[in-house]
């Protein structure tokens, strides 16, 4: 999945999601649904068609408008589906009018690590979505030089008044490269710090639960076994080493969830001891492993549960993430479908080797 930009993303046609929002443009399945798959769809058609010129014909900044005006009546993701050749005809308009100094090349480098991404991020034993078809992923979308030349000359101006919110990994390279789109890689910066953190907690917090009764576990943190009751609501509530795994400031309930990290607002000194608790458990419970170049970001915590990010933070985050890149990136691994990871660790390592991304530099 591509994500295009605000709540709209693009797909191919190999699996089609009803209960999201969508145009579908394929030649198969560009028709509208059956009645009764209608009337249990929670998603709505928003426009279909067999063929790009169908559905998009030559007015691209049109299309794109109509998709930003669904998005403010709709509170899920819009999926533009498209079998090969639409796809590649929606990228060529899209990326040739947001990427103003970009050439066939380029292109095609942002189109392998496109299909690069979709490989890794539909493999059938990772995706929690939904299964795709593999084959045809692998098989590629084949040249995209015609697409390329055929698409239309759209005034940039149009799509610059949309005040569209771009990719993550676009905002970084535009960014690295000369300092544009500041404010907004700020926001969405920020954004993804946040749930980077908050799922690291999270998954920390849950490791410790799932070992709580673990008899090397108790003894490595000296926790006394009569302090824990796994019928209570929340186990850890009478022990002292994880006080922050157990503080309900930091650890809503609601009616459908229980354990929801929340870090907006948070003091400094419990994110300070929050990131504490979690490095403890990696330092002290022998076999438990993890790529500790992301405790470079530690002091970042801080950041994460304040309103924004500074200046200096915001450097600092994109310095470091250059010079010691790692798994995650910044990237929570519940939005690998959201954001090209791939290619940014492409935009992070030209920055790191002094190359020029120029080419890469938004509207």
């Known amino acids: 999945m591509l994500h295009l930009f605000n709540k ?15 145009v579908v ?15 249990i769809a929670y998603g709505e058609l928003i426009a279909h068609g067999r063929s790009y010129d169908e559905v998009v014909g030559s007015d691209f900044a049109g299309f794109i408008a109509t998709l930003k005006d669904f998005g403010k009546t709709t509170d899920k993701k819009i999926i533009v ?7 590649k005809k929606v990228i060529s308009n899209w990326f040739k009018v947001i990427l103003p100094s970009l050439d066939l090349e ?3 480098n942002i189109v392998n690590y496109t299909v690069y991404n979709q490989r890794i991020v539909s493999n059938s034993q990772l995706s929690s979505v939904y299964s795709v078809d593999l084959n045809s992923l692998w098989d590629g979308i084949g040249e995209v030089e015609e697409a390329w030349n055929s698409a239309v000359e759209t005034d940039p101006e149009l799509i610059k008044n949309l005040d569209l919110n771009y990719s993550y990994e676009l905002l970084v390279a ?7 789109k500041k404010e907004e890689l700020r926001k969405t910066l920020h954004m993804f710090l946040r749930r980077w953190f908050k799922e690291m907690f999270t998954d920390n917090r849950q490791m410790v639960l799932f070992n709580i009764v673990n008899h090397r576990f108790l003894s490595t943190f000296d926790i006394d076994p009569g302090l824990i009751d796994i019928t209570s609501i929340d186990p850890l509530a009478a022990v002292e080493q994880f006080e922050s795994y157990a503080d309900d400031e930091i650890w809503e309930r609601d009616a ?5 990290c929340k870090l907006e607002g948070l003091s400094e000194e419990k994110a300070i001891k929050l990131m504490d608790t979690l490095i403890e458990v990696f330092d002290k419970f022998e076999g438990m492993q993890i ?3 992301v405790f470079g970001l530690k002091k970042y915590v801080t950041s994460a549960c304040s309103d924004t990010l500074s200046d200096e933070d915001m450097d600092g985050i994109l310095e470091y993430v250059v010079e010691n890149p790692f798994d995650t990136c910044i990237v929570p691994r519940f939005d690998f479908q959201n954001v090209n990871f791939p290619l940014m660790q492409f935009f992070l390592s030209e920055k790191f080797n002094e190359r020029d991304l120029s080419k890469y530099r938004l509207l």
């Open 291 to 293: 790529d500790r170049s």
């Open 174 to 180: 535009s960014y690295l490269a000369d300092g544009s």
């Open 25 to 39: 443009i394929s030649e198969r399945y560009g028709i509208p649904m059956l009645q009764q798959l209608d009337k």
């Open 256 to 260: 459908n969830a229980y354990g929801i």
């Open 81 to 87: 589906y498209c079998d090969h050749e639409a796809y």
């Open 106 to 108: 380029t292109f095609k």
């Open 8 to 22: 709209v993303y693009l797909e191919f046609d190999n699996n089609i999601e009803i209960n999201f929002d969508r």
